[in-house]
């Protein structure tokens, strides 16, 4: 189970970074972990971003942090909206930052400061609307098998 790997303290760093990235915005960012990832990939990130409808948030601006713990596979999936104007090697940029945390076991760290770098960019282009502007998905962490 990932919960082996990442403890209750880690899954808090995790949603605290969610909390602080989404504070500033509209967008939506989720974390999927699981051990094995069944098939290529972004095949499977784009199942799990299915899976938690993330492509249903208003601006199209979900991010998805998917992680296969045992199968050392990591991606980030953003919606459409999100995708379009970040700047060009942003996602690869992101990448490398929680790669080189996991490829020491830090998990937690990587995944939250890669989570407050995508907060950023969604800061810039989908601010916090204070009108009715809702949490449209979950913070918490998704865990698969």
């Not at 602080?20 to 290529?40: D, F, L, Y």
């Not at 979900?62 to 700047?87: E, K, R, S, T």
């Not at 907060?119 to 949490?135: I, M, R, S, V």
Request: aromatic share 8%; net charge negative; with cysteine.
């Amino acid at each position: 189970m990932p919960k082996d790997v990442i403890t209750e303290a880690d899954e808090q760093q995790i949603v605290a970074a969610i909390a602080e990235a989404e504070k500033n915005t509209s967008g939506e960012i989720r974390v999927h972990i699981e051990n094995n990832c069944k098939g290529p990939v972004l095949d499977r990130a784009t199942e799990v971003f299915a899976e938690l409808h993330m492509h249903e948030t208003q601006g199209r601006n979900g991010v998805l942090f998917y992680v296969a713990l045992l199968d050392h596979q990591f991606a980030i999936l953003g919606d459409a909206g999100i995708n379009a104007i970040v700047p060009e090697h942003f996602w690869e940029d992101v990448t490398a930052k929680v790669i080189s945390h996991f490829k020491e076991k830090r998990y937690a760290q990587g995944l939250s400061e890669g989570i407050l770098m995508a907060g950023e960019q969604l800061k810039a282009h989908f601010p916090y609307n204070q009108k009715g502007d809702l949490n449209e998905l979950k913070d918490d962490i998704s865990f698969g098998e």
